[in-house]
């Protein structure tokens, strides 16, 4: 009970450093932009630790934070194997291809109402069927290994990035493009120089949706067939054997990567979407 009483004070008093933080005076620096959250996320692991230790949860139910880090550090090898496996080569494989597929076909439906009309109902279509009903046929089509992982996360990511794009092509108005025309710039030269630019949002708002979209895929496929290594077999063996201190860690690697993914598609945003309002 002790442990519970303490979790409960380092609750209220890390709520009470945040609230004088957030509002204080310093609230819009970058320094205290960083440590709000760190505080936060802090917190919860310590009241995590102090809540288990302290109730007595059985390891099966829910294991403290310290023996999930145990268990990281631990196994750095096989959650380093399963990591290439799952994300090196099924989502990163699969986001490339399906993104860049998605993209050129935004510029054939710009190009063609005929595409615009029979395509984009078509792919709300396959876009709202589940992926465990995709995943087993893909996998027997495409084999366990890594190849049948990337085909899951092209059809996942390949609609959510065609639609951004395609709105983002459509988004200049009709003065910009009257300007355009003015200047005598054929098609290229007004999507290159005009349109893609002003549709850069748009594309890198599917960019970044699409980086969690594959790694949910790619992980989820593995559970309907998969070489003894990857991420999904892995949490899906570790479920079976009782051992959630490997869920857990498969989780913090799986958390991480998409953390970092998502990331680094924020900051090439930043970088060529400057002039944006969003951005400033």
Wanted: hydrophobic fraction near 60%.
């Amino acid at each position: 009970m002790l442990l519970v009483v303490l979790a409960l004070l380092v609750w209220i008093a890390a709520w009470w450093l945040n609230a004088r933080l957030a509002n204080g005076a310093q609230a819009g620096t970058r320094a205290v932009q960083l440590l709000v959250p760190a505080i936060f996320g802090g917190t919860l692991l310590i009241v995590w630790e102090l809540l288990v230790r302290g109730l007595g949860v059985p390891l099966v139910i829910l294991p403290a934070p310290s023996v999930i880090a145990e268990r990281f550090a631990g196994s750095i090898p096989i959650l380093w194997a399963d990591f290439s496996q799952t994300i090196l080569k099924g989502a990163l494989g699969g986001y490339i291809i399906g993104c860049g597929a998605a993209f050129v076909m935004a510029i054939l439906v710009d190009r063609s109402d005929f595409l615009r009309r029979g395509l984009l109902p078509v792919g709300n279509f396959v876009a709202a069927l589940p992926i465990v009903g995709t995943a087993p046929i893909l996998v027997m089509w495409f084999g366990f290994d890594w190849q049948s992982k990337a085909a899951v996360v092209v059809v996942m990511v390949f609609f959510p990035m065609l639609v951004n794009t395609v709105a983002g092509l459509r988004e200049t108005d009709q003065m910009q493009r009257d300007l355009m025309a003015t200047y005598a710039a054929s098609y290229w030269q007004s999507l290159f120089k005009l349109r893609l630019p002003a549709a850069l949002p748009f594309i890198f708002n599917g960019l970044k949706i699409s980086t969690t979209l594959a790694l949910i895929g790619a992980i989820v496929a593995e559970f309907f067939g998969s070489p003894t290594v990857g991420m999904g077999f892995r949490i899906s063996t570790s479920v079976g054997q009782l051992a959630l201190d490997m869920v857990w860690a498969e989780i913090v690697v799986a958390a991480l990567a998409g953390s970092a993914f998502y990331g680094l598609m924020a900051g090439l945003e930043k970088v060529l979407t400057f002039w944006h309002p969003s951005q400033r």
